[in-house]
């Protein structure tokens, strides 16, 4: 231990290993009773002072001997401190951690609020837009059927013929059809001529074997219309070998809706019925005694079907 004594050594009264078997790489206690209690306190002195202790290779611990209840007292003082240290320092890591948590959950929560806020902005301004088209769609249908209405008229005076042959008509077309009109439609006109403002053929390519439609626009609506009368009492138009036929001229929206009708009509010619197409599109006709109109192609088709 490296302390000054008398002669070199201390009086002991008492030494010997603790009771108990002889265990294998185990060693049994040793007891010491020292004859003088400053001894004691100068050897446990010295013994706290040093770090580390070794004998003949061996590792030794020098202590006070204490009874086995406070032995055991202080091996549970001793647990209870190194593990109160150890959960201290467990303790203040998750504290740490879970203000790192707090933290970001308040990040989160801030910028999911603000989302929140940003979203339902959003709402409510696609609700408004939502609301200002379909104020536009309104006012583009209603302009859209003014300006088919507004077509429709402008061609209130204009008749299209179909089938005639190219060339037909000669570089004059306006003089050729002022005679050729009331001549085909067998109608009576002053001078034997209806007048005309406008004659031309449709804008387009010509195709091999395809005739262009011819527009004729007349000064008179009643000369329109008688000539119209007569095209529809006239099964069969021929001109030069060629079948023709005269309509009305239409916008091509309500071309279109009349065309969806082909299938119909042809089949009511098959069955015998005489049927009228109405302005815009509307199908009239009378079947069994009964009349029916219908402004869709599909619900006309459905019908007939129905009757098989």
Known sequence: MGIETKHGAVKIDLAHRTLGLLKPNRTRPVLIKLHNFPDKAKILAAAKKKDHLTYEGSDIFISQDLSVKVRESSLAQAVTDNLSAFLD???ARLESTL????TRLEDNT??????ESRISQTEDKVAELHNKIAALEQTVQSLSERAEDAENRSRRDNTRIIGLKEGAEGR???EFFQTWLPKMMGI????????????????????????????IKLHNF???????AAAKKKDHLTYEGSDI????????KVREARWAYNDVC??????????????PANLCFNFNGSDYSFQCAQDAQAFLSGLD
């Open 89 to 91: 320092e467990k303790f």
């Open 99 to 102: 203000d790192s948590i707090t």
């Open 188 to 215: 009576e006109t002053k001078h034997g001529a209806v007048k005309i403002d406008l004659a031309h053929r449709t804008l387009g390519l010509l195709k091999p074997n395809r005739t262009r439609p011819v527009l």
């Open 222 to 228: 009643p000369d329109k219309a008688k000539i119209l």
């Open 266 to 279: 042809g089949e009511l010619i098959q069955r015998g019925v005489r049927f009228v197409m109405r302005y």
């Open 245 to 252: 036929f005269i309509s009305q001229d239409l916008s091509v």
């Open 110 to 115: 801030k910028r999911i609020m603000e989302a």
């Open 172 to 174: 004059r077309p306006v």
